[in-house]
């Protein structure tokens, strides 16, 4: 598949999906190096002290209810690995939780909160790259700034040529372009899987 058809299919993604454009979303990928780990054994990765849950919500408005108690993650178990969707928070992004999910393992992390935008990568424990407010800044952080650099300058080439934005849409397609997993609509459709933490690292 081109980068152009995997950049087209976010931005129909997110056309199709416009709460979630226009509100947030935070997408982490994480690749174990080491087993299949099932949504409890996130979960205590998740918790300081096991105060957490598995359960299914409905994706589109289940979080809210634990909105001042709890943080919701959605988990879809992958072979060697998972992925976890937040709809009303981004705390999968943040460093303290990324150096957490990373521990023999790689992490990919996209959020966005409002104006507010992040793209991160982690391995071993370690936050490498750190790019906020990707949309409108080239300031990128971390010990391996250019870590995923041949994947931004290829999309940035695809977005110069077809006269398209450089936005979520183009970074989710980095997601899928360095991972192999593909975020579909349908995804977001009735329940999922969901971690309920009371007590998030």
């Known amino acids: ?11 129909e993604f997110l056309e199709t999906n416009q709460w979630i454009s226009l509100d947030q979303l935070c997408w982490t990928i994480v690749k174990e190096r080491f087993g299949n780990p099932a949504a409890a054994d996130v979960g205590e990765y998740l918790s300081i002290g096991g105060n957490f849950e598995v359960g299914d919500l409905e994706v589109g408005e289940g979080a809210l ?6 943080g919701v993650f959605f988990i879809e178990t992958l072979d060697g690995g998972y992925f976890l969707i937040q709809t ?24 966005w909160t409002g104006p507010q935008h992040r793209f991160a990568y982690a391995a071993d ?16 952080y971390g010990n391996m700034p250019d870590a995923l650099s041949e994947e931004v300058t290829l999309v940035r080439e695809v977005c110069q040529r077809e006269n398209w934005q450089f936005n ?34």
């Open 1 to 11: 598949m081109s980068i152009e058809e995997i950049i087209s299919h976010y931005q």
């Open 65 to 70: 209810e634990f909105s001042q108690i709890a």
């Open 88 to 111: 009303n928070d981004d705390y999968a992004s943040s460093n303290q939780v990324l150096r957490v999910l990373s521990r023999e393992a790689q992490a990919w992390s996209i959020a």
């Open 125 to 140: 424990g370690e936050v490498l790259m750190d790019w906020p407010g990707f949309r409108s800044s080239d300031a990128i």
């Open 168 to 201: 979520e849409a183009v970074m989710m397609a980095v997601m899928e372009m360095v991972s192999g997993i593909r975020l579909n609509s349908a995804w977001f459709e009735g329940n999922q899987a969901a971690i309920i933490v009371r007590d998030i690292i």
